[in-house]
């Protein structure tokens, strides 16, 4: 469609005429081409046109679905820069865990559900968080096999770093010897993997109803586009490649928010690690994500450079020595694809970076910063190693509902780290150094609720790290997009030539929201010309009523009409 020289569209010529065009107006469109814009075209898969309801009105025609919006937001899609389709399909469908406050009532609720689900298969589970109980025992793998029935039982910890197991399970995945299992109910590190892809042997039919559980979920909450994060650890490539099919042109079947799929496998050499992308049989983005360098706090498995303060003596695990990983990021620097690990304790941040100066030295600091290298999670930065982030130009992809669960002065962060716990997180610091970053859920971990990641931000446990909406709400949409380096540098916002990927939501109360002053703060006086955003101290999140990607409806509500 083209445009006149008002700025609003001509009438669609007859080529154009087969493509579905779509005026939404009398709402608000949150848009850099216009902050009090009311309307938007949409040609095909396209933004056309963006403008007031003045305009709209003039340019509406009977070839055009004419969507009224009653005052609604339409704002562009979001982008879950971390997800595992899979494992949050199974925690939608299994036994929830998330209130349970001590053994006995995990042992209570998985008798009830053995009882309801019948005889057969293994008793999955999600979401206990021992720090919550009111005595943090944990039951044994005989109290989990009388509970039970016999059946096999797989639980995985809140933070999915560690799981409570049965015998029968333990058994069937040798765990006995296995680092991480000391033989009771709880498995961690080696014996948490073994479990896990045990319990999760499922045909390839139910990991894609899984994943489709999943996909439905994230749409249904406004999201266009989720960062796959799978591994040979967690899944395996099978569900890498159901999870990328759901990007296949022409698949039968729901419109699905669109896959970024990444693979964290490490490679010793360019040669392996061109040798794992050619065997994988689906393209992806990066051998990066969850690649563990160490584990969680929760789990006491994070790297830390001192003793955890409430575990004289732990300091958690880390997986990868410097030299691994040293070579894993100069392989993939020589192919200028992005690597990537899954870090969170200091000591294991520490050896990412001494990593990144190796593979600097080895290959280039130009290749190692073209390369757009990611870091998952980066919860304990100092000032120093976020002026190395910010000097290779490595993203974070980092999680704010961790710190809304867990920080504060009150809090399991605080009980595991002490005084370490206020400079978790460092959202602020990140901005203020120039560090890109992006934010996700790392659902199952979190919830598929994108407006309760940019509250977080707003809301941070430490005053001097909280971000602004705006900047909150960037790092959740077009900053997924382009911490995955796609291929539409147009993707995240809303302008005439860019992807018709938006929600529309129904809110309380619109309003410019800054954080204390601080990051990414602006003028509230309009003549700013920024963008309002909803109000997040209401009680009540957005309740989404439609989600569009690339022109098509992933979602509806069923509120909004012609």
Not at 10 to 35: F, I
Not at 129 to 145: F, H, K
Not at 481 to 498: D, E, H, I, S, T
Request: proline share 5%; hydrophobic share 45%.
């Amino acid at each position: 469609m083209t445009v006149s020289p008002s700025g609003a569209p001509k009438p669609a010529n007859a080529a154009q005429a087969e493509r579905k065009v779509t005026l939404y107006r009398n709402g608000s469109v949150y848009t850099a081409a216009d902050p009090f814009a009311t309307a938007m075209l949409v040609d095909g898969d396209t933004v056309a046109w963006v403008g007031s309801e003045q305009a709209a009105t003039s340019i509406a025609d009977a070839t055009m679905d004419i969507v009224d919006l009653h005052g609604a937001l339409l704002a562009p899609g979001f982008v879950d820069s971390h997800v595992h389709l899979t494992e949050t399909g199974i925690a939608l469908d299994s036994l929830q865990l998330g209130g349970v406050r001590s053994a006995a009532e995990l042992l209570d609720a998985i008798a009830r559900y053995s009882a309801s689900a019948g005889t057969g298969g293994t008793v999955l589970g999600h979401g206990w968080d021992e720090t919550l109980w009111t005595d943090p025992a944990l039951p044994s793998r005989e109290e989990l096999d009388r509970a039970a029935g016999g059946r096999p039982v797989y639980l995985s910890r809140v933070d999915v770093h560690s799981a409570l197991v049965s015998s029968s399970l333990a058994a069937a995945s040798s765990l006995d010897g296995l680092d991480g299992c000391a033989g009771d109910g709880q498995v961690k590190r080696d014996a948490h993997i073994a479990a896990r892809l045990a319990a999760r042997k499922l045909p390839a039919g139910e990991l894609r109803r899984y994943q489709q559980a999943a996909l439905a979920e994230a749409a249904a909450n406004g999201y266009v586009a989720l960062a796959e994060m799978a591994a040979p650890h967690i899944g395996g490539v099978e569900d890498l490649r159901l999870a990328a099919g759901w990007n296949a042109p022409g698949r039968s079947g729901p419109a699905a928010p669109e896959i970024l799929p990444y693979w964290g496998e490490l490679a010793a050499s360019e040669e392996q690690a061109r040798s794992i992308l050619d065997g994988l049989g689906v393209p992806v983005l990066g051998l990066a994500g969850d690649l563990n360098m160490d584990g969680s706090i929760g789990s006491r498995t994070a790297a830390l450079r001192e003793d955890y303060s409430d575990a004289a003596g732990e300091r958690g695990n880390r997986y990868l020595s410097v030299d691994e990983a040293a070579a894993h990021l100069a392989a993939c620097s020589l192919l200028g694809i992005q690597a990537g690990f899954h870090v969170i304790g200091d000591a294991g941040l520490d050896a990412a970076l001494d990593a990144l100066d190796r593979a600097a030295a080895e290959v280039g600091e130009q290749r190692v910063r073209a390369a757009g290298h990611r870091l998952e999670h980066v919860e304990l930065a100092d000032p120093d190693a976020i002026a190395r982030l910010a000097k290779y130009s490595v993203t974070v992809s980092a999680q704010p509902v961790f710190d809304a669960l867990w920080g504060g002065e009150d809090s399991l962060y605080a009980r595991r780290l002490g005084s370490r716990h206020a400079a978790m997180n460092p959202f602020g610091s990140f901005y203020s150094a120039g560090v890109p970053v992006c934010f996700g859920s790392d659902s199952p971990v979190t919830p598929l609720r994108p407006w309760a990641g940019v509250r977080a931000c707003l809301e941070h446990s430490n005053a001097a790290e909280r971000i602004s909406a705006r900047a909150a709400f960037l790092g959740h949409t077009r900053a997924g997009w382009r911490a995955a380096r796609y291929r539409n540098p147009m993707a995240g916002q809303l302008v005439p030539g860019a992807p018709a990927s938006f929600a529309v939501w129904e809110v309380e109360e619109l309003m410019v929201q800054v954080a204390d002053g601080r990051v990414q703060s602006w003028s509230t006086d309009p003549r700013a010309r920024t963008p309002l955003l909803p109000a997040l101290d209401t009680g009540n999140d957005p309740v989404c009523l439609q989600t569009v990607r690339d022109g098509v409806e992933l979602f509806s509500s069923g509120s909004l009409g012609s």
